[in-house]
């Protein structure tokens, strides 16, 4: 099972479809949209391929709702399309089925009737080639600079690969982008030649453009700002492309900041957000998790990476799981020593150091090899309340 889609504007009927969800389709990636884009907006929400399955809530907003089926069945002829609604209105339930859906749900949402709708429609695992086939798209966004994203990216993409993956690294950085630094990489080509041209764009011509380096393809940023560098917007082509050649995309990102990299993140299956436990970037990272919230990236998309963790000396991770309302996924330790020798031998930290061990297991984690762990919530006070207020 692919993507499946749930839009409305009600956070409660949101979080009773995730359930319904996890029981009915555990295999399938849920993305909640909060509310109803227009036609124009909605190639930018649902991002590459066309999704498996898209719930929509009628009762919060009928005209726009009703609106919404009719474009998401212009946007996928063929997409399974369930109207969600409040009670047996055979009414409404015409109006839903003439503009386009394919089935409908009642409230109270249950597994079983969920289950019954997709049997109608003839939804299976693995039935649509599409977006099952597609690459996974990790975006990797540092909460403030010097927070090693960047680093991180390097070496994420190196675990990756080890697992027997077809890896890209992509640096979208186009104002300080450092992995041809880290990398020690001079490039040909950079992401901006890709987007000149995207319309034209083919296996070969992809194979100019990116560099191999120890079984990773990278794309690399400019080296020097470009003209017209600050003027792109809009990233989806580079990734788009790239999906369809690539079993896993490491995208780094310059910051969560503006629409360049705002497109990064619709695009993108999971955002590893990359902080310190030092305060003034758990700051940086509250203020770039409401940014991304309030530009309609959600938060389920988000997954919190505490860098240079050091417990002893600064705030733990179920302290900083409670001031940001968001578990933490994983901590990665200082290591300056190892770090230090990597940048040197334009190489990724060796995977059996401790560091390297635990890029090891992030990777294992977010391609599923690895069980993830519920992260305990604690109070949290003190200097905390000078930057973090309760939501």
């Not at 080639?129 to 403030?144: D, F």
């Not at 957000?273 to 940086?284: F, I, K, Q, R, Y």
Request: hydrophobic share 40%; with cysteine; aromatic share 6%.
């Amino acid at each position: 099972m692919g993507r499946v889609f749930c839009f409305s504007p009600n956070r409660a009927i949101l979080e009773e479809l995730a359930s319904v969800l996890s029981r009915c389709l555990p295999e399938a990636t849920a993305c909640d949209v909060h509310g109803y884009p227009s036609r124009d907006e909605l190639p930018r929400e649902l991002g590459a391929g066309a999704p498996e399955l898209c719930l929509v809530d009628v009762v919060s907003d009928r005209p726009r709702s009703l609106a919404l089926i009719e474009a998401l069945r212009a946007y996928d002829p063929e997409g399974g399309i369930i109207a969600l609604l409040a009670a047996d209105d055979p009414d409404l339930i015409l109006k839903c089925l003439r503009v386009g859906a394919s089935e409908f749900l009642l409230h109270p949402f249950e597994a079983e009737h969920l289950k019954r709708a997709l049997e109608k429609l003839k939804i299976q695992p693995g039935d649509r080639t599409g977006p099952s086939k597609l690459a996974k798209v990790i975006c990797v966004m540092p909460a403030k600079g010097a927070c090693g994203a960047s680093t991180l990216a390097c070496n994420l993409a190196h675990r990756l690969k080890n697992a027997g993956n077809r890896v890209l690294l992509a640096d979208l950085d186009p104002l300080a982008g450092s992995i041809s630094f880290l990398l020690k990489i001079s490039p040909s080509y950079t992401f901006l030649d890709v987007l000149s041209r995207a319309e034209s764009l083919d296996a070969d011509l992809w194979r100019g453009m990116v560099t191999s380096r120890a079984g990773i393809d990278v794309l690399l940023a400019p080296e020097l700002l470009a003209h017209g560098v600050s003027e792109s917007r809009d990233a989806t082509p580079i990734i788009e492309f790239a999906r369809r050649i690539y079993d896993i995309v490491v995208v780094d990102a310059g910051s969560a900041y503006g629409e360049w990299n705002l497109s990064q993140a619709r695009t993108a299956d999971e955002v590893l957000l990359v902080t310190t436990n030092e305060l003034p970037a758990l700051h940086g990272a509250q203020r770039s998790l409401s940014y991304l919230e309030a530009n309609r990236i959600p938060k389920w998309k988000v997954r919190v990476i505490v860098n240079r963790y050091d417990k002893s000396i600064s705030l733990s991770k179920e302290v900083i799981s409670s001031a940001l309302h968001i578990d933490v996924l994983h901590t990665i330790p200082s290591d300056y020593d190892a770090v230090q020798k990597a940048l040197l031998d334009g190489k990724p930290v060796a995977p059996n150091s401790p560091l390297g061990r635990m890029f090891g297991q992030l990777a294992d984690r977010l391609t599923g090899r690895e069980k993830e762990t519920q992260t305990r919530s604690a109070p949290f006070g003190g200097l905390l309340s000078l930057f973090f207020r309760p939501s």
